[in-house]
């Protein structure tokens, strides 16, 4: 273990070697395995750690009503105990070896992760297999993490910003599998059961439903080998991933759940863009400026630098299969929130009718272009960022091309898209707290 955490202690310098630079093309190779697999991968040779990511299609949002949080059950249940290994058995020989397994469930997606040193590539994969193929669902182990769970759902119903967050959700997915929480319910959670868990594996861990990017210190033969060695005998097809379309809500909402907290937590949000509409780079660098720069931003700007009346304002872009959104948060005293809010909805219009500045523009694009190579800090996140390309069909070449996306957008586009946007008319605020002073038209 202490050579893992050296080893990874350096991958922040290696991994510099990886990231696109000006006139240099990031080596994005695209494999097929022997098993017909296809794996896009980083080689850097000179460290000797090995990442895999894995994404499966179809995620929280296929969990069936009554059942909700069985794709988090059954993610969370993986590592423990697979094939002939009980959940003991199991644990001990990934932290023998020094191998990070991670599983986790999204709303359109199941994600994988594997981590380990070079030298105990074989062990790791064959593991990670083991894991996904014959995962073995003992009762104990399942009562166990359903009570984990339920113990996080029982948190959660106390947490104002668990209630805010999961209330704002609801109200604009409505009847749409999005707006199931991705942990499940407490009856949903209870009702699930081991036919639901290995049927989620036979039916969604398979071949051909899986995306597979890594990034490692071995030739591309060799991680051929490897994917083949935990990927080749899973099922080869998968369930169809039948998600519809979001029908979002028509006018905008003001919802207040009462708290008795010091302060308000409020949710405010919009319908946004998916990832290939034509305004969504425009959208993202309207973004920034707006909300997504932190202390830089209009808004932190307007309602926390000059007012002193929340610590954190923020928005961003949240952009899903089937649905795209714009969602933001602000937290403050309670005598303060409806101000909060008024500024917040002042700068929305503000944007939508006067658009950013020449400078703001560059400096966004500035500090957008600059900050990109540091999302890949590691081998894992480079893993990430492959998975993610290929799911959205963004091009092998995308990491060289992105940055030349915001260097094009203009003024016009940024106005353009916050015009189709930022219709406060339309905004939906949660607020969860003992909020006073809120007008009835709020």
Request: hydrophobic content about 45%; glycine content about 10%; proline content about 5%.
């Amino acid at each position: 273990m202490s050579r893992l955490v050296g080893v990874l202690a350096s991958l922040v310098i290696g991994v510099w070697l990886l990231l696109p630079a000006s006139g240099h093309a990031t080596d994005v190779e695209r494999i097929v395995t022997p098993a017909g697999i296809n794996v896009w991968y980083v080689r850097e040779p000179s460290i000797p750690i090995i990442a895999l990511s894995l994404g499966f299609r179809g995620g929280s949002a296929l969990d069936p009503a009554g059942k909700e949080g069985l794709s988090n059950l059954a993610m969370s249940l993986l590592d423990e105990g697979a094939g002939d290994m009980d959940d003991l058995a199991f644990q001990e020989a990934i932290v023998d070896r020094a191998i990070q397994l991670g599983f986790r469930a999204g709303l359109d997606m199941l994600s994988v992760s594997l981590r380990t040193l070079s030298q105990n590539r074989d062990d790791a994969f064959s593991l990670l297999g083991l894991a996904l193929r014959a995962p073995r669902f003992d009762g104990p182990a399942v009562a166990r993490v359903k009570d984990q769970i339920q113990s996080v759902l029982a948190s959660d119903e106390k947490d104002p910003n668990s209630i805010v967050s999961r209330s704002w959700f609801e109200a604009m997915f409505g009847t749409h599998p999005y707006s199931r929480p991705r942990n499940g319910t407490p009856d949903g959670v209870r009702a699930i059961g081991s036919y639901d868990l290995h049927n989620l594996v036979r039916t969604r861990l398979t071949r051909g439903n899986v995306i597979v990017g890594a990034s490692g210190d071995v030739p591309a033969a060799e991680m051929a080998r490897l994917v083949d060695l935990a990927l080749a005998d899973l099922p080869a097809e998968a369930s169809p991933v039948i998600v519809p379309e979001v029908v979002f809500p028509t006018q905008g909402q003001l919802i207040v759940r009462e708290m008795e907290i010091p302060q308000s937590i409020a949710s405010f949000g919009l319908p946004g863009l998916k990832r290939h509409d034509p305004d969504f780079y425009a959208a993202y660098v309207m973004n920034y400026i707006l909300g997504g720069s932190g202390f830089s931003s209009r808004l932190t700007e307007s309602v926390r630098e000059k007012r002193g009346l929340a610590y954190s304002v923020y928005s961003y872009l949240y952009p899903l299969q089937h649905a795209g959104l714009f969602v933001g948060g602000v937290a403050t005293r309670n005598d303060a929130i409806s101000e909060s809010l008024e500024l917040i909805r002042a700068e929305l219009t503000r944007m939508a009718e006067e658009g950013v500045s020449e400078r703001e523009l560059a400096n966004a694009k500035l500090g957008m272009t600059g900050a990109f190579p540091l999302r890949f800090d590691s081998a894992g996140a480079v893993a990430d960022m492959l998975v993610g390309m290929q799911y959205e069909d963004l091009g092998i070449d995308y990491i060289d091309r992105r940055n030349s996306y915001i260097e094009a957008v203009t003024t016009t586009d940024v106005r353009l898209a916050a015009r189709r946007l930022l219709d406060v008319d339309q905004l939906l605020v949660v607020i969860v707290g003992s909020p006073e002073g809120l007008a009835d038209d709020d």
